[in-house]
């Protein structure tokens, strides 16, 4: 078996040991180098890196750099998958050349999804939130694995003749004629950025959870010896996972264990108040012991996007681990931050609508 599967479940948590594990170098030595840091970066939840000095160096000097992700269409758009899009919006608004692959070679041949199902899926859910989250779409490359260029296509082909089984059954374990296309794929998805017709070798980041490093190092693994043309290795970031509502992992297949941007706004708050908090069962012993708040899926919610500034949000910490505030009134405080950012966020999707024909007949 694989360390990791990026086919299978999602490991929450661990992360140390995974880094230690993976060889991947902690963040925070690079947080001085950017000239801003989101909230992601600023609370470690952005935890780790491969390479990302190289990047961080284009930056400050003006160079052109790339930043490459791709989706899974396979379901509603929700708080989870809102943490890449804000990677999107803030390495675009630095000056990158945005790439987005919508995986829907992959979702055919590892998950069976219906491609005309992967193409509605990619266009309603993720690129009209993309957009009313800020993203520009005249600066993104916005495209589908099955509709990629000739030169894409080949090379996802021309990169198998620099691995070797044993490489694959080592990165990846004993995986199926179509999962080692879809790997080969996402090799030609992350250094498409850099192909000679799309400017050449460039520092090139790469937002993704642990359990997408195996086509990372795969992917550097062939950047460092194919001979189809020169590449730079391509950079990483890592980071956490927001948890699902319920605690554990946060599923497209579980509704309760998220709430999504397309949601009405009382179903949503009714998520809040059926989430497990990491208050305790009386308030004597709460006011006495405090809330374990890391184990709080309402405060991670407010964490990972619902409160911007830190210090409000580093108050609201102390007071709930001291047993100050309750678990309803931290419960209240996110359902008041849920309420003003769905309301405005679903007035943007529905003014972005009229943006999203030029990509129906991509």
């Known amino acids: 078996m694989p360390d990791i599967d990026p086919w299978g479940d999602i490991q929450v948590g661990a992360y140390k040991e995974k880094m230690e594990r993976f060889g991947i170098d902690a963040f925070d030595d690079q947080l001085d180098k950017l000239p801003t840091k989101n909230r992601y970066m600023r609370r470690d939840i952005i935890y780790g890196h491969r390479d ?24 509603k758009f929700h708080f989870g998958h809102k943490m890449v899009a804000d990677q999107i919006k803030y390495y675009q608004e630095l000056g990158a050349d945005v790439y987005v692959a919508v995986a829907d070679i992959e979702s055919y041949t590892t998950r069976n999804i219906p491609h005309e199902k992967a193409r509605e899926i990619a266009i309603d859910q993720y690129l009209l939130n993309y957009i009313a989250l800020g993203i520009d779409p005249e600066n993104l490359t916005f495209y589908f694995q099955s509709d990629g260029s000739t030169s894409y296509h080949t090379k996802s082909k021309f990169f198998s003749k620099n691995t070797t089984q044993n490489e694959i059954e080592a990165i990846y374990g004993d995986i199926t004629p179509g999962k080692v296309t879809a790997a080969l794929t996402q090799v030609a998805d992350i250094l498409q950025p850099q192909f000679e017709e799309n400017g050449g070798p460039k520092p090139t980041v790469v937002p993704i959870g642990t359990d ?8 550097r693994d062939i950047a460092a010896r194919t001979d189809v043309q020169d590449f730079i290795k391509p950079s990483s970031t890592y980071h956490k996972f927001m948890r699902g509502l319920q605690g554990g992992k946060m599923s497209s297949s579980k509704e309760k264990s998220y709430i999504a941007l397309s949601d009405p706004i009382d179903e949503a708050k009714q998520k809040i108040d059926q ?43 102390r007071e709930y681990d001291s047993g100050e505030m309750l678990s309803g009134e931290l419960k209240q405080i996110a359902k008041d931050e849920l309420e003003t950012f769905l309301q405005t966020h679903q007035e943007k999707r529905e003014q972005a609508r009229d943006r999203l024909d030029a990509y129906r007949d991509l």
Do not use: C
């Open 275 to 317: 989430a497990k908090t990491g208050g305790k069962q009386s308030l004597e012993k709460h006011r006495k012991q405090g809330a374990d708040v890391d184990e709080d899926m309402v405060y991670e919610l407010l964490a990972f996007h619902l409160i911007e500034d830190d210090d409000r949000l580093n108050r609201i910490y």
């Open 52 to 75: 990302f000095g190289r990047v961080a160096d284009a930056i400050a000097n003006g160079d052109d750099f790339a930043m490459m992700t791709g989706l899974m269409p396979s379901g």
């Open 212 to 219: 997408q490093d195996p086509h990372m190092r795969f992917t």
